[in-house]
């Protein structure tokens, strides 16, 4: 089991080499906040995970959580504002990069930002079982190197730097659903790290005097972070619930419409559903089918067909050797 000092030198920011840290911390900061912006501006995920190995982010969480149980408000303090201003400088970063690239990064456009708009449960659940790992790890000489692992595991810097992209992009609600997930991860890790820290206080030796002098209120803090998890659970909940519903309405209207199609000789170029109506695009030589048979058949299914949408595109083909030359 690591000591209180190793802990400590392992996740605050203090001592003779505070300056040496803080400067390490800043470099892979703008680096990894560089690094995710243009993973998402190129809908690259091997990109992205590179700026998850590299962020730094982790290290000042976990050490408000270890400040929390130790009741050392200095460091508190200190991490808390490492979080908050390299939270604000990965925006910042998101949103320069966004202003050299033509086209607006949007979620109908870019799959690294479609899937960091709209968190679940159970990216909540994923992020609270990431604290427990990176706690066990900080008191854990033999799992401590399971942290680079850790820091792929949950997501921090690129929701980040989604949220400065995409509101350079203008797309304001997109922006506060990354926002949401990075709260949510922060949030998750803070709780969970702090219900494995807490017990442990009562057997740590080498304690700081400070630090020992200093009544240690943890259970106060986990308090007001799981007030705020339940908080967060709810537009997660949300969000969980019109999943599953489009999930379910796309199944659906999948059901009912190949068969549709594939009698009329037409086919499904694409299916979108977004907060419960369906948009099916098909394609196919004219004329155009009728939408009798479609539309008996998503009742049948269960769907309301005023809730789905239907876009033809007619398909024609030339012989460009039975056209007249100009």
Known sequence: MNTVAAMRDSVFFEGPDARHRDSRFWMLLVLASIIASAGVVGDSTATV??????????????????????????NLVRCWVLVITGALCAVAIGYL??????????APMNSQVSGRISPH???????????????VALVRKDISDT?????????????????GLT???????????????????VAAI??????????????????????AATPARPYRALISIIVSLAIIAIPLASTS?????????ESRVRAAAEPWAEQAGWQ????????????????????????????????DSGVDPADVDVEFIPAYRVNLGDEPSD
């Open 147 to 163: 942290l680079p692992g850790v820091a792929i595991a949950i997501s921090l810097v690129p929701p980040l730097s989604v949220v």
């Open 241 to 249: 619930v019109r999943f599953t519903t489009d999930a379910m309405l």
């Open 268 to 299: 499904i170029d694409a299916l979108t559903v977004s907060g419960g109506r369906a948009e099916l695009t098909l394609t196919g030589a004219p004329p155009l089918p009728g939408t009798d048979g479609l539309v008996q058949t998503l009742q």
């Open 190 to 211: 803070l709780g969970s790290g702090i219900v494995v820290l807490a017990p442990l206080r009562a057997k740590w030796e080498g304690i700081a005097a400070e630090d």
């Open 121 to 135: 449960l159970i990216d909540l659940l994923a992020a609270l079982a990431t604290g427990v790992v990176g706690a």
């Open 97 to 106: 990069v966004g202003l050299f690239v033509q086209s607006p990064v949007i």
């Open 167 to 185: 509101m350079e992009s203008g797309a304001w609600d997109q922006a506060g659903g990354a926002l949401l997930l990075f709260a949510t991860n």
């Open 49 to 74: 995970i590179g700026a998850m190995i590299v962020a730094p982010l982790m290290t000042p969480i976990l050490g408000v959580v270890l400040a929390t149980v130790l009741g050392s408000r200095r």
